[in-house]
């Protein structure tokens, strides 16, 4: 049975750092494609980050040079590294995985969740910037 279980979510203010994690099971994690997406209010998901197998990764334009993501497929464990937050980096973060070893799922905009062509996903984890 997968699972993906977010953590690291908070409220900080303008400026801060936070580090979100999730960890996978029941899968091949080391051989899929991972990503992190976030939804705010009653929006569609925006895909935030992607990490496929080999390391490629892309990002969103509205946080580059602020997010790093990371995998350590040792602790099957996804990793976001947000710094310099801002007040529209609030909402609910997901992470997802596909099965694919390449990622397809576009970043930067919204985008339904079938759309996506992620297979799974975890529960997500709440951001809040405010001050």
């Known amino acids: 049975q997968v699972q993906l279980v977010e953590s690291g979510g908070g409220s900080v203010l303008p400026g801060e750092s936070l580090r979100l994690s999730c960890a996978a099971s029941?899968?091949?994690?080391?051989?899929?494609?991972m990503g992190w997406f976030r939804q705010a209010g009653g929006n569609k998901r925006e895909g935030v980050a992607t990490i496929d197998a080999d390391g490629k990764i892309t990002y969103a334009d509205s946080v580059k040079g602020r997010f790093t993501i990371s995998r350590d497929n040792a602790r099957e464990t996804l990793y976001l590294q947000m710094s310099s937050l801002k007040p529209e980096d609030t909402g609910m973060y997901y992470c997802?995985?596909?099965?694919?070893?390449?990622?397809?799922?576009?970043?930067?905009?919204?985008?339904?969740?079938?759309?996506?062509?992620?297979?799974?996903w975890g529960k997500g984890t709440l951001v809040t910037i405010s001050s």
């Open positions: 997802a995985a596909d099965l694919r070893s390449r990622c397809y799922a576009p970043v930067g905009w919204p985008i339904s969740v079938h759309d996506s062509g992620m297979d799974f």
């Open positions: 029941g899968y091949t994690y080391s051989r899929s494609c």
